[in-house]
């Protein structure tokens, strides 16, 4: 069963910055995912809300991002196994996200 981890980064960026932030930082990011496929990174923009899938550890992680000019809003939906590591994921997806949002 799939387990849903959000998280809400507060920034003081603005909506554009925000995005191109997070544009550039999640492909690098992608590679960085232990057990993931790099080449199995996608992600598609409409408007602000970013939607993105990667293959880790032979499993699809899912998630959107919704970028406001104060925050940005990220739903991850984690499979399987990741699912019962999501307290440890959560905490290393909010460590980057402030990161790039900083």
């Known amino acids: 069963m799939a387990k849903t981890v959000s998280i809400n980064i507060p920034h003081q960026l603005g909506a554009a910055e925000a995005k191109r932030r997070l ?12 057990g993931g496929d790099p080449s199995r ?3 598609s923009w409409a408007g602000d809300t970013l ?4 293959a ?3 499993q699809t992680i899912n998630g959107v991002v919704q970028v406001l ?3 940005a809003r990220l739903d991850v939906s984690l499979p399987g196994l990741l699912g019962m590591a999501a307290g440890k994921i959560k905490d290393e ?5 402030q ?3 900083k």
Not at 23 to 34: K, R, T, V, Y
Not at 51 to 54: D, G, L
């Open 93 to 97: 997806l909010s460590r980057r996200g």
């Open 23 to 34: 544009e550039e930082g999640l492909s690098q990011m992608a590679g960085q995912i232990p």
């Open 99 to 101: 990161l790039l949002l």
């Open 41 to 43: 990174f996608t992600q």
């Open 69 to 71: 000019d104060d925050h």
């Open 56 to 58: 880790a550890m032979g």
């Open 51 to 54: 939607n993105f899938s990667a």
